[in-house]
Nanobody, 124 residues
Framework: QVQLEESGGGSVQAGGSLRLSCAAS????????MAWFRQSPGKEREFVAA????????IYGDSVKNRFTISRDNVKNTVYLQMTSLKPEDTAVYYC?????????????????WGQGTQVTVSS
């Protein structure tokens, strides 16, 4: 079955960096778009970044543009999120998600499988 396992979360001071990883298994990873979402307490799950099956297209949420970078390795079946210039408002649980196709989408409904999430905490 489809499995997505996030790692790399932790606590960091404002201005710092973290790299999240999501290891995928149970499906043909290179055929699907992948994305990162995040959710903080009391808020809806928010789109962060997505990339198409061959990394030909990437899209970002407005709040993370020019600070976060999504990438993928179709040999290692892993998608990454490099986060720089972190802010306290980036504090959230970050989720990896598999797209219902090979392209990208900013909509939560466009994804059919989710990981368990990894906590990122940014202190001021």
């Amino acid at each position: 079955q489809v499995q997505l396992e996030e790692s790399g979360g932790g606590s960091v001071q404002a201005g710092g960096s973290l790299r999240l990883s999501c290891a995928a298994s149970g499906f043909t990873f290179g055929s699907f778009g992948m994305a990162w979402f995040r959710q903080s307490p009391g808020k809806e799950r928010e789109f962060v970044a997505a990339c198409s099956w061959n990394y030909g297209k990437t899209i970002y949420g407005d709040s993370v543009k020019n600070r976060f970078t999504i990438s993928r390795d179709n040999v290692k079946n892993t998608v990454y999120l490099q986060m720089t210039s972190l802010k306290p408002e980036d504090t959230a649980v970050y989720y990896c998600a598999r797209r219902r196709g090979s392209d990208t989408s900013t909509f939560r409904a466009g994804y059919d499988s989710w990981g368990q999430g990894t906590q990122v905490t940014v202190s001021s």
